[in-house]
Structures are given as structure tokens and as C-alpha cells.
Nanobody, 118 residues
Framework: QVQLVESGGGLVQPGGSLRLSCAASGRTYAMGWSRQAPGKEREFVASITWTGDMTYYADSVKGRFTISRDNAQNTVYLQMNSLKPEDTAVYYC??????????????WGQGTQVTVSS
């Protein structure tokens, strides 16, 4: 069982940036991020392998978000730039699998709220 703890969410103006962090309690192969806006289905937005040689981004965030990881700290990051109001959501960290959908992962964090508003 891997426990995941997210941090770094908050309120930011449109066009601003935030960096989310997710600390895992143990070693993981791949990690990712998903988000859920009110009244919408959870959307898988990014993932990265252990070595970082493979990454995935949803079209909605491609070119604006960057996923990275620090294996020494068992931590994955999501750098979010050029934020838009439609990026407002609870962001969840994922581990325990590999793929580009929510169903590909077994472990999830509790989530961190990101609000983009002026």
C-alpha cells in the first residue's frame, strides 16, 4: 500500500502559475495527476515513468503543464503555467500503475484544490 500526500494548491489569477507536489510513502514506478471540476468527470491530465523517459499530457494541458519527479524524495511535481479558469478543480495524485487513464492506477491521494479566478 502506497500513501500519497498532495500539496501546493491554492488560489491564483488567470495566467498565473502553481506547482503541485505529491509525496509517496514508498517507491513507485509511474506517477500521475488527475483532476475533477465540480459537476464533471475526473480527467487524467499527466503521468511520468520512474526514469522520466516517458510522459503523457492530456490535450487540455499540453504545453502549459509539466510533470517531473524526484526519485530520491519519492515525489512527483506538476508545474502549471498559463492557468485558466477552466483549470479550476481538485487535483489528485496517482500511483501504482502506468497508463493514461484513471483506471490504470491503484493508489490515489486525497486531493488539493486549485482555483483560478480573478
Amino acid at each position: 500500500q502506497v500513501q500519497l500526500v498532495e500539496s501546493g494548491g491554492g488560489l491564483v489569477q488567470p495566467g498565473g502559475s502553481l506547482r503541485l507536489s505529491c509525496a509517496a510513502s514508498g517507491r513507485t514506478y509511474a506517477m500521475g495527476w488527475s483532476r475533477q471540476a465540480p459537476g464533471k468527470e475526473r480527467e487524467f491530465v499527466a503521468s511520468i515513468t520512474w526514469t522520466g523517459d516517458m510522459t503523457y499530457y492530456a490535450d487540455s494541458v499540453k504545453g502549459r503543464f509539466t510533470i517531473s519527479r524526484d526519485n530520491a524524495q519519492n515525489t512527483v511535481y506538476l508545474q502549471m503555467n498559463s492557468l485558466k479558469p477552466e483549470d479550476t478543480a481538485v487535483y489528485y495524485c496517482a500511483a501504482g500503475g502506468w497508463g493514461t487513464t484513471n483506471d490504470d492506477y491503484n493508489y490515489w491521494g486525497q486531493g488539493t484544490q486549485v482555483t483560478v479566478s480573478s
